[in-house]
């Protein structure tokens, strides 16, 4: 079985700040990863995903994150927060087995920026 | 982005009305997905559809019923649903079959409420 878990609900930075949102998972087999942001009133949106190889990857809008096998973590990260990045984010996990197509997604942190 | 569109934004509908949510992909992708959105809950997987055939209920009540009469279209209908059913529900879409995990592309989300 897999699961997610993104710690803190909800996180707090100031504009020109580090963000970093983390996300755990759990998985039997190698996973593959991904990071999705969802703004007021808008599905969500692919920021980055792992499948293989470079184990960092760059995403959209300055967004990376890095896969750690030992820690079981894929947290994401910015070097400076802007004000539009205020929004939800989501890490899913899922992988390559079966006939199924299943993205299994954590409950979310919520990214405020203080200007 | 416009390669998922879902309609209508949002719906309000009584327990006894019989409604249906649409969703289309412009992106030539073979599967797609029915999900919901609950406050402080993880996504919900409620349907899978590969090359239109069901593949994956997971345990949804019967007053959603599912329909993918191709592959760019997928309709969710609803009956006597319940004040719980309130939510956002998303329909996604994505490439299957390359022998890589590929992201689900999201469409905006219908909110329902249910009165």
């Known amino acids: 079985a897999q699961s997610v878990t993104q710690l803190g609900s909800h996180v707090s930075v100031s504009e020109g700040a580090l963000v970093l949102l983390r996300c755990n998972y759990s998985?039997?087999?190698?996973?593959?990863l991904f990071w999705y942001v969802q703004y007021p009133n808008q599905g969500l949106q692919l920021l980055l995903k792992?499948?293989?190889?470079?184990?960092l990857v760059k995403g959209i809008n300055g967004f990376e994150a890095e896969f750690k096998k030992s820690e079981t973590s894929f947290h994401l990260t910015k070097p400076s927060a802007h004000m539009s990045d205020a929004a939800e984010y989501f890490c899913?996990?899922?992988?390559?087995?079966?006939?199924?197509?299943?993205?299994?997604f954590g409950t979310g942190t919520s990214l405020t920026v203080i200007p | 982005e416009t390669g998922v569109t879902q309609t209508p934004r949002h719906l309000v509908m009584g327990m006894t009305n019989k409604k249906s949510l649409k969703c289309e992909q412009h992106?030539?992708?073979?599967?797609m997905y029915w999900y919901k959105q609950s406050a402080k809950k993880p996504l919900e997987l409620m349907f899978v559809?590969?090359?239109?055939?069901?593949?994956e209920n997971n345990s949804v009540p019967s007053r959603f019923s599912p329909e993918c009469p191709n592959s760019s279209h997928l309709f969710l209908h609803l009956h006597t649903l319940q004040p719980e059913d309130s939510a956002l529900y998303l329909c996604?879409?994505?490439?299957?079959?390359?022998?890589?995990?590929?992201?689900?592309?999201f469409g905006d989300g219908t909110r329902l409420s249910i009165l």
């Open positions: 792992y499948t293989t190889g470079a184990t």
């Open positions: 992106l030539g992708h073979n599967a």
């Open positions: 559809y590969n090359f239109k055939e069901q593949t």
């Open positions: 998985s039997s087999v190698p996973p593959y």
């Open positions: 996604a879409s994505s490439q299957e079959g390359t022998g890589s995990r590929q992201p689900q592309h």
């Open positions: 899913a996990v899922s992988d390559n087995r079966g006939a199924g197509n299943q993205f299994y």
